[in-house]
């Protein structure tokens, strides 16, 4: 990745009218609709963006779409890039460098995640509140990182406190239930063994998942204040375990989503 690279990426979008967005939002697995609540928007599809991954995953539309939600000008990834597609680290978060470098001061992220702690349902929502990576990388970990900002990146506190505090108070307003807990971050694509939960679990995670750390990591590097939400879309009881059917999971996310979207919609506003 080169500085030139990012100038080209951010000089193709302004020049189709991505002006000056205040907010990037991505969306994970089965979490598409907010984009249908954006008022006037204009829509980049990957393939043509200079220097964009592409997504292969068949439910990630692949595509940047740019226009209002709630008086904001808003950037949404649909689709994003994962390490199991066959990504390094800096191809999954190079949108994130992306956004930031069109202007974006926040980040809102979601995904799609098993919940670990057994005190979290199918349907529920988590904000993330900590992260453990255990995708065996990082996405500072190249030469010139220097280049793009500090280093030595400090993690004591990668999701934003403010935004976490005003969510769950929207949370409670709006008679949502939003859990609170950490996010376990593998590199997929195949499922945890039931060993491999044990042991996520032992490690203190509450859910488990394929995505959002790097994102998360090159955002604190960037100084952008997060805030993450995990849809649990399984139950990752290792003396119960259930084969998982993709397709359920994807509707499960499809069926919370509205949640997601109403929380994301309030604390917009809030901003």
Do not use: W
């Not at 890039?81 to 979601?110: A, C, N």
């Amino acid at each position: 990745m080169t500085q030139k690279q990012l100038d080209e990426s951010v000089a193709y979008l302004q020049s189709k009218g991505f002006d000056a967005p205040e907010i990037g939002i991505v969306l994970g697995t089965g979490l598409g609709r907010l984009v249908d609540e954006i008022e006037d928007s204009i829509e980049a599809h990957y393939h043509h963006i200079p220097f964009f991954p592409l997504a292969t995953v068949e439910f990630h539309s692949g595509k940047l779409l740019y226009g209002n939600f709630e008086g904001k000008k808003v950037v949404v990834m649909q689709g994003r890039f994962h390490l199991y597609e066959g990504y390094d680290l800096m191809d999954v978060t190079y949108p994130i460098r992306v956004m930031h470098q069109l202007g974006i001061k926040k980040l809102f992220i979601s995904n799609a995640a098993g919940a670990i702690n057994l005190d979290f349902k199918k349907g529920d929502m988590m904000l993330i509140e900590d992260h453990i990576n255990l995708q065996g990388g990082s996405p500072l970990a190249f030469k010139n990182v220097a280049a793009f900002g500090d280093r030595f990146v400090d993690m004591a506190n990668p999701y934003d406190s403010e935004m976490r505090k005003k969510l769950m108070a929207i949370a409670t307003k709006e008679n949502i239930s939003l859990k609170e807990g950490v996010y376990a971050s593998v590199v997929g694509p195949q499922l945890e063994t039931r060993a491999e939960y044990r042991m996520i679990k032992m490690l203190g995670a509450d859910a488990v998942g394929m995505s959002t750390v790097p994102e998360v990591i090159v955002a604190n590097h960037l100084r952008l204040p997060i805030i993450a939400v995990s849809v649990l879309t399984d139950e990752c009881d290792p003396d119960n375990l259930q084969p998982v059917d993709i397709q359920e999971i994807i509707g499960i996310a499809k069926k919370t989503e509205p949640k997601m979207v109403k929380l994301f919609r309030e604390l917009i506003k809030e901003l």
